[in-house]
């Protein structure tokens, strides 16, 4: 099977994101890249993607070089990454669309509603990918747990409550330091901090196992380290279309907790959870039975959780590898084998559209508010 | 030491909660069971008290005859533990302190806030010890938690989220079973149904570790199974006096939870968490540092957790032994030591302030409402 | 049902061991403490015993006093405790025994084969209970495991993986310390350190739950601190008479290990596992299945299993209970129902000849030898 | 940096080694595969290496093919991986260093002592890399435990702990299945089973983390499943240069442990352990002091730690990138930085030298036995 053509637009040297990406293109050999605009510095940009193999050529300054240079071109990447800073991911991702391109994009996919749309309506205008690179869902046993839940294993589902609360920014010494600090300020982050930066992956978790959509919530926001205008802390309590109940705790000021990313899943006929930090296990529980430990690789799992397993039972694949399975589920896409679990542009509009929700029931002391976006309404 | 005389009221034969007083009044050798009042079948009740080693003479019909048998004696109880259905506490409890006897509560101490500021005021008047059975809250390393956060270890405390769920009443079938259904009835169990049962052991927990009372909350009440009048799952957001901000679910339809009662406390320079099931541990993370798994047992604890532990670090001990503990700090008060950590009639009392509050809340879309007492506020 | 009238020897002021013992004998009412002989210093002893409720003609100066002056009373102790120092064990056991008392002693029963064989005999020719505290079998999903064995769940036991290893005795410059050096002093200690005091409480589980016994062995031990005379760790290969092969590892140098003490048994159909640190779960797998957490209090439980737990699924029972457990299984025996699961004489007398075997080999260079006591053979 | 070029031998389609090698070697971007011969079925692997994107002119039909084509090519490969059946490790590995390349080879290294020694004369005359895949030394937290034992941190290391352990052949009914049969079956497997398999990644780990050898052992190895003719099961005691005493146990009838490698190390000041199915911590506990949970991606780490980990703090990463952080290792060494933690020849054949004193002493009732190769002693 050929390779794809891939370029990519941020993940500069040194940051993080722009590692995960590559590892998670190159990985499993689904994508060579060949073009890219990697810094908002354009030596630097243009250096650096040589170094890493890209042609001179087709190592650009800025993300308009490279749509202009590449729109043409018969080898022109079959996807392009857009990982810049979030104010940006809407242009470029629209530009980029518009030019005939299938875009993963970084989350947030957008910082409005109405760009959310924008991007929705491009995307079936075009009938190009755009994805959105929520890669917690692309774990093995995630999938799994979506596939239970799809085949009624836990009956009507009751209550999903989860929690995506970390201690990293927890030190209010810390507050002035500007990696920290732009989490909490508008200016730079927009209407919300943690909930935006991390809730968002806990409430498209949620739809995604669950297999529905939220539609009203209630949010209580607050700024535990007093010099922050934006909320550092968030309980969102949701309920979904089919009825399902939702509690989602998001934090940033947990210290001890890591990469507190969990899921628990209650239905009528049995429960689960998976946690981020072990996510090669589903902990499943059938009503009036016992606690079972799932494990990635044991036998007669879902075909998207053996699919994106590479290795042996308990043998563990850790992050870089689900955000290579969003690429996998990306070249199969490519290639003409659509693959339903792959996030896409519906689930970055739905994301900005509850965190405007939730802003906007935090500000009038949790009142109950729409949170669908309004084309879904 | 002599040994302490006690009375039990309630806790027949065949009930889960007489052994467990039982045993946690006799484990240590501070009390003696000489006068009972068991069951509200009289004959039952006598008879069982007898085979109990109480004399015939003290084995008593019903709980008035044994207040009356009993408040003239040289010998009576020094301590009257009251574990009779929830609807005859306020009455039981409030004449026993009124004839002079020090006593045990089981929870919930009353049914409504008027009653539990009734209570109050009796206990104060008659200088009566009054307990509610908070037991969790006698867990050595729960002391541990709280001497810290008394010490500052953690600075101000700016947030607890904990949680008491569990799955054991997760079987829609099981809802015509009378030993759930009742729960969820309001004409058996009141205004709240899990979070009266439940919650209010998470929040008496938050308050008791965070040495802090809540002021304000706002709930979230759901009945997951449609035919149940009263929640059978709940989150209530709440504020604390010193700011401290709370999450509190509950659930009984968590399946595969079995005893999910948990909290977690992150402060300015530190966190904490502490499981129900694993009750000896404490997984403490400084800001900055490691997590650290604290063991009962382990040198340099406070003076409580020393105090209500009986073996060496790593051997566990669990919930009767909880139980006992508030025994111990019940035979300390009566001879002459009062023990902070022992929760008192007040607390029972906040107890259901907050239930009324959190019901309030829950029926007007989730309204913030006061959550203390009048007399409190 | 009556209560019991108990005695101890041993268990003074200070020590561990004797609140264990006043617990697990008093928790669920079985017994009362009668007659005592507590300490090794006379007054101490008779003081501390009427502290305790022994009136003072039955509080004794020594054990020969207590013996003398209980033997011919009516109302003398239903069962004898012996929790006095090592040595002295089979001297007391037996005059006890050989009065006509049932006699609960400590672990070990005796320090050679030859007394061990010695109690045997005498706890046979007068029908008296000769019980051994070998209380970690007596947890309830301990007792469960048994059964499981015993019922053929996991078909024939190939294969038995235990240690009991902790770090307490890990600190080189702790080895002047005499309540960790006796421990290391053939004088004191007797032939082996670390085998004796922890090893044989695990060599007994596997025998308990794999209802077999070790047939022959092969010892490596090691003093990893070099000062010490015997062993502070000793692996031990073992064969038992249906063909299971056993591995058992125990260690006081295992820096970081607190009660390290868990047992794995694999058969031709399924294994499980359990840790003495969570002992109300036991861990199972089928073969060809997924894994499985069961739950103390879960339905269908063994009756022991059932019988010997107090408190609801998932609420912790610890230590000081599965001590208690033994004292329940001996208030039965006395009253006529004996349980095949309390630890006899013969256990004892098998942990001492492995003891011995063990240190043959060890001094052998490994050489496996026959680990039966020789009227067993 | 420019890539490096890649060969492969063996692992062709449908093999569990060739996609972990090829996401070993790309994953990172550090080599490109350029030629290969991946299939004993000679056409089979000529098409697969196409599809893999290798030119027809560079996809051979089998290894000496492949040595003939490549040896006097300017752009041949810079490292050929060596993945193919036991038995024809030596041969190929052999002929390509002599051929002057860089080789990783799939463990064992060898079948036998003296193969073993020839590879180590022929890689230290040729001056090339010779890598063992040895792949567990490179995950972070094994470098970070190897560091700090280096460094001092726990002292003389006193013990070492170890068990690879998994219940993956525990169906005696699979007995006949191909794919399990011939590990236990000395025509295929050579002299030893379970021990060959798994046990010397083990044995590995230990010399790796304590920076020390083994020099003499004493094995006990049974064929739990009767039919087999080589060990399912082992227990090896050693003994190390420095004094360390070693304790290792390997099964593949542990039913309900999956993937059961871990590691736990105790020195004069402290211990700790780690366990392949939680790669990403270290669990450290000063003497004296309380447990510690080291995270990858914490402060403080070695270099080693820092530079094979890709993304945050308790982000896991798992298997797969373990294989590729030993082809970081060779691209650095490669590149003329070469790492000390990548596992060379020398550990191969010491492997190799511990499997064969194993069998010696395990027919010999367990007789300790020198380890080392002839060649080492």
Redesign the interface.
């Known amino acids: ?1 050929a ?1 794809l053509n891939w370029g990519m637009i941020g993940g500069g040297e040194g940051s ?1 994101i722009g ?2 990406h ?2 998670g293109a ?4 689904h994508f060579r890249l060949v073009a890219g605009a990697l810094d908002h510095r354009p030596e630097q940009g243009r250096a650096y993607a040589q ?3 890209v042609v001179a050529s087709r190592a650009y300054g800025d993300w308009t070089e490279m749509l202009a240079g590449e729109r043409g071109r018969d080898d022109r990447p079959d996807l392009v990454t857009v990982a810049t800073p979030n104010s940006t991911h809407f242009e470029i991702t629209k530009a980029f669309l518009e030019a005939g391109f299938n875009v993963l994009c970084e989350k947030p996919m957008t910082l409005t509603v109405e760009e959310g749309e924008e991007i929705v309506r491009v995307a079936e205008k075009t009938g190009k990918i755009c994805a959105v690179n929520y890669c917690y869902s692309a774990y093995p046993m995630v999938r799994q747990a979506r596939a239970m839940v799809q085949a009624g294993d836990l009956g009507r589902i ?2 999903v ?1 989860t929690s995506f ?4 920014h ?3 010494t810390d507050a002035d330091n500007p990696r920290v600090r732009w989490r909490y300020d508008p200016a730079m982050a927009g209407v919300s901090g943690q909930f935006a930066d991390c809730g968002i992956h806990a409430l498209h978790m949620a739809s995604f196992i669950c297999n529905d959509e939220v539609t009203t919530l ?1 949010a ?1 926001f ?1 700024s ?2 007093p010099s922050r205008q934006l909320e550092d ?1 968030a ?1 969102v ?1 949701f309920r979904m279309g089919k009825g399902t ?1 939702g ?1 989602l ?1 998001t ?1 940033s ?7 507190g990313f969990d899921i ?1 899943v ?3 006929t ?4 998976w946690a ?5 296990q589903l ?6 039975g ?6 990635k690789g ?1 036998a007669g799992l879902c075909e998207d959780a053996r699919r994106l397993s ?12 689900a955000v290579a399975n969003i690429y996998c589920d990306l070249a199969d896409a490519i290639r003409g084998e659509p693959r339903p679990g792959l996030p896409r542009a519906a689930a970055g509009l739905r994301s900005m559209a509850a965190v405007h929700a939730a802003v906007a029931s935090a500000r009038a ?4 508010v729409d949170a669908r976006p309004p084309m879904f309404r």
């Open positions: 099977m390779q993080q590692p995960a590559r590892l190159l990985a499993d050999g170094r890493l193999g009751r209550l409550v609360s970390h201690g990293h927890g030190d209010a209630s209580d607050a535990t380290i802390d309980m309590n109940v509690r705790w934090s000021v947990a210290i001890g907790r890591q990469h628990q209650f239905g009528e049995g429960g689960f959870r981020s930090e072990q996510p090669n902990i499943y529980t059938p009503l009036g016992r606690t079972q430990i799932m494990e044991e590479r290795v042996a039972i308990a043998h563990p694949e850790g992050f870089p590898l002391a949790g009142q109950w």
